[in-house]
């Protein structure tokens, strides 16, 4: 298996554009997760989907950001519009199995807003 | 918001060395996870120990849990280069499968 699939790997856009990462999860596995690593906060757990559901969205940072998972195998997150605060290395993992289980990382996606 | 907090920050070995680092926690846990992070890398899982475990090992890789004490310890033995990364404790609640990440322990280790 190719594990978890991301793209872009960077992304160079300016404040107000349209931004969407796109993210393969491991197929099989019905957990999916997107996380945000900053310097300043870490790593913070914005979504997650189980079986294409978002069970949790608390950690989505305000309405600028959505996320869906039209089918097992793709889900995306966008920021629109974006601004330079959303400046961050974006990860997707995924996992299987009800329960805590080993999380997949895919390779990240930066993400620059001038 | 971080629930788990390593400690050091920092960490400088000289190869063969063995390194610890540390995890505490606030609130009761499922379970705790430490992952690595190369440089411009994604996670990578290293070890999974549940609250009712004390101690787990993987191959050079050790892990404790005292849960009365709310910490963890991750140790490394005869450390290598290519151990060189940042390592993050990982801690799951008990009312949903979120995992919440501390701020990482960066590890250097000197050839």
Known sequence: DAGVIQSPRHEVTEM??????????????????????????????????????????????????????????????KIQPSEPRDSAVYFCASSFGQGYNEQFFGPGTRLTVL | SQQGE???????????????????????????????????????HLILIRSNEREKHSGRLRVTLDTSKKSSSLLITASRAADTASYFCATGGSNDYKLSFGAGTTVTVRA
């Open chain 1, 16 to 77: 107000g554009q349209e931004v969407t990462l796109r993210c393969k999860p491991i197929s099989g596995h019905d957990y999916l997760f997107w996380y945000r690593q900053t310097m300043m906060r870490g790593l913070e757990l914005l979504i997650y989907f189980n079986n294409n559901v978002p069970i949790d969205d608390s950690g989505m940072p305000e309405d600028r950001f959505s996320a869906k998972m039209p089918n097992a195998s793709f889900s995306t997150l």
């Open chain 2, 6 to 44: 390593e400690d050091p920050q920092a960490l400088s070995i000289q190869e063969g060395e063995n390194a610890t680092m540390n995890c505490s926690y606030k609130t009761s846990i499922n379970n705790l996870q430490w992952y690595r992070q190369n440089s411009g890398r994604g996670l990578v």
